[in-house]
């Protein structure tokens, strides 16, 4: 079998596959969940189309409760994992978009739309790679499971309700990341720091995380003062509005974003005598250990090492809260520091400045050695089919290669490439899709076919 044809030959068919994935709505909607549908009635719709193509291509499949589902070759308590998702982050107020995010655009070798990239494409390049094992009648000597989860964009409920029933596979990868191999996933800790509030003083930012912030919106009561860097200045009766816009980036390279709440601080900073003490206290703490700084030197959440890279630190919001002001921090660190660490430097910046600090998000870090079994069949893989060597990297991003204990984050990004994913205009080469298929196949017969 000419593998690269047979792919060929499946283009129209997977490619149709995924136009009807992503014309469905798969965005975390609690309104909508009930029984089977813990994220909600999109989520539910994907899972149940997944479910049809699996089962057309000849796949056993398992559906666990909605949080999850699987989709089987072979037979077998051991077996060889590929780990996807089918939810997807929302579209909506995001400018930019040229088409609509749910109905797939193909553009000659680009398709355009919300999942196309992240991640119902790779996943369904896997799947269909899986597939062409099974059309060979290859001899296994693990099953292979395609793993598919609802909640990977917001709170990967679906893979701890999978693995409190299900054993860990003897090796995974999740086709949710970039090629050539992701062996290290930095830990994720974000933190939120709640100063009291400030009489007459609202401040609003993106309520959301995982971003640059690139909005931001402040009134100061009784100020008349000049603020040099503000988009928007608007002298009221009671005091100043001002705007300030910036550039949005995902948080784990803020050094791609122009932070607009570091605007503000500069032109505060400037103004300190006009500002109230307590607010003037949030700007200190910002501009002496967050200002102009991705990579935590000024805050000592700096740390670098020979495998992995350094540390990034993002200011992702500031804003005025029941409780009073937050200032919410995205913190991607390596190896050679540890979460503790981060968060007695975190606590001791809070009460410097007397703030309250509690963490809202985290996740544990992922390394797999260079040398391993794993890697070592994933590198053969990618150079029998790419022709070059198999360079192992680390990224700032979240697979769910995080939850296997063995298992890297692999493609179906090629180097060079701008997908954009989260972002307006996601978009997907096809002749990349289809060469990530030919990648995953290799690596299957790698992992799991017997020689």
């Given at each position: 079998?000419?593998?690269?044809?047979?792919?060929?030959?499946k283009?129209?068919?997977?490619?149709?596959?995924?136009?009807?994935?992503?014309?469905?709505?798969?965005?975390?909607?609690?309104?909508?969940?009930?029984?089977?549908a813990?994220?909600?009635k999109?989520?539910?719709e994907?899972f149940?189309?997944?479910?049809?193509?699996?089962?057309?291509?000849?796949?056993?499949?398992?559906?666990?409760?909605?949080?999850?589902?699987?989709?089987?070759?072979?037979?077998?308590?051991?077996?060889?994992?590929?780990?996807?998702?089918?939810d997807?982050?929302?579209?909506?107020?995001?400018?930019?978009?040229?088409?609509?995010?749910?109905?797939?655009?193909?553009?000659?070798?680009?398709?355009?739309?919300?999942?196309?990239?992240?991640?119902?494409?790779?996943l369904?390049?896997?799947?269909?790679?899986?597939?062409?094992?099974?059309?060979?009648g290859?001899e296994?000597?693990?099953?292979?499971?395609?793993?598919a989860?609802?909640?990977?964009?917001?709170?990967w409920?679906?893979?701890?309700?999978?693995?409190?029933?299900?054993?860990?596979?003897?090796?995974?990868?999740?086709?949710?990341?970039?090629?050539?191999i992701?062996?290290?996933?930095?830990?994720?800790?974000?933190?939120?720091?709640?100063?009291?509030?400030?009489?007459?003083?609202?401040?609003?930012?993106?309520?959301?995380?995982?971003y640059?912030?690139?909005?931001l919106?402040?009134?100061?009561?009784?100020?008349?003062?000049?603020?040099?860097?503000?988009?928007?200045?608007?002298?009221?009766?009671?005091?100043i509005?001002?705007?300030?816009?910036?550039?949005t980036?995902?948080?784990?390279?803020?050094?791609?974003?122009?932070?607009?709440?570091?605007?503000?601080?500069?032109?505060?900073?400037?103004?300190?005598?006009?500002?109230p003490?307590?607010?003037f206290?949030?700007?200190?703490?910002i501009?002496?250990h967050?200002?102009?700084?991705?990579?935590?030197?000024?805050?000592?959440?700096?740390?670098?090492?020979?495998?992995?890279?350094?540390?990034?630190?993002?200011?992702?919001?500031?804003?005025?809260?029941?409780?009073?002001?937050?200032?919410?921090?995205?913190?991607?660190?390596?190896?050679?520091?540890?979460?503790?660490?981060?968060?007695?430097?975190?606590?001791?910046?809070?009460?410097?400045?007397?703030?309250k600090?509690?963490?809202?998000?985290?996740?544990?870090?992922?390394y797999?050695?260079?040398?391993s079994?794993l890697?070592?069949?994933?590198?053969?893989?990618?150079?029998?089919?790419?022709?070059?060597?198999a360079?192992?990297?680390?990224?700032?991003?979240?697979?769910?290669?995080?939850?296997?204990?063995?298992?890297?984050?692999?493609?179906?990004?090629?180097?060079?490439?701008?997908?954009?994913?989260?972002?307006?205009?996601?978009?997907?080469?096809?002749?990349?899709?289809?060469?990530?298929?030919?990648?995953?196949?290799?690596?299957?017969?790698?992992?799991?076919v017997?020689?």
């Amino acid at each position: 079998m000419n593998i690269q044809q047979e792919i060929s030959s499946k283009k129209e068919e997977l490619l149709a596959d995924l136009s009807a994935l992503v014309s469905i709505r798969s965005v975390l909607d609690e309104t909508s969940k009930g029984e089977n549908a813990p994220f909600g009635k999109g989520v539910r719709e994907a899972f149940d189309s997944f479910i049809q193509i699996a089962r057309r291509l000849g796949f056993h499949v398992r559906d666990l409760d909605g949080y999850a589902l699987d989709a089987q070759i072979g037979t077998g308590d051991e077996y060889i994992g590929v780990l996807g998702h089918l939810d997807v982050v929302e579209a909506k107020g995001q400018e930019g978009w040229e088409s609509d995010p749910f109905v797939m655009r193909r553009d000659g070798d680009l398709l355009y739309g919300r999942g196309v990239n992240d991640d119902k494409g790779p996943l369904l390049a896997a799947l269909y790679a899986a597939s062409l094992i099974k059309e060979q009648g290859l001899e296994l000597k693990y099953p292979i499971r395609i793993i598919a989860g609802g909640a990977e964009e917001t709170t990967w409920e679906c893979m701890e309700h999978y693995f409190r029933r299900c054993k860990q596979p003897v090796f995974g990868f999740s086709p949710d990341g970039n090629f050539p191999i992701v062996n290290g996933e930095k830990g994720i800790l974000q933190v939120r720091f709640l100063f009291p509030a400030v009489e007459g003083v609202t401040i609003q930012s993106s309520p959301r995380t995982n971003y640059v912030c690139d909005d931001l919106q402040v009134f100061l009561p009784s100020c008349s003062a000049a603020f040099a860097r503000a988009d928007q200045q608007e002298q009221k009766e009671t005091g100043i509005f001002l705007r300030y816009k910036g550039k949005t980036a995902l948080s784990r390279n803020p050094q791609r974003g122009d932070n607009a709440i570091f605007h503000f601080v500069k032109d505060a900073a400037e103004n300190g005598k006009q500002l109230p003490k307590e607010l003037f206290l949030i700007v200190e703490m910002i501009q002496k250990h967050f200002l102009d700084d991705h990579n935590g030197e000024k805050s000592q959440l700096a740390s670098k090492d020979a495998a992995m890279g350094e540390n990034s630190v993002c200011l992702m919001s500031m804003n005025s809260c029941e409780e009073g002001i937050e200032v919410c921090i995205d913190i991607r660190y390596v190896k050679s520091t540890t979460k503790q660490q981060l968060w007695e430097c975190v606590s001791s910046l809070a009460d410097r400045y007397q703030a309250k600090a509690e963490i809202i998000r985290e996740k544990r870090l992922l390394y797999v050695d260079e040398d391993s079994p794993l890697i070592l069949a994933l590198k053969t893989a990618y150079q029998k089919v790419m022709h070059e060597k198999a360079e192992v990297f680390t990224k700032g991003g979240a697979s769910y290669a995080r939850v296997l204990d063995q298992g890297v984050a692999f493609g179906a990004t090629f180097d060079g490439e701008d997908t954009h994913p989260h972002m307006a205009n996601e978009c997907q080469k096809i002749s990349s899709l289809l060469k990530a298929c030919e990648i995953y196949y290799e690596s299957l017969v790698e992992l799991a076919v017997k020689k």
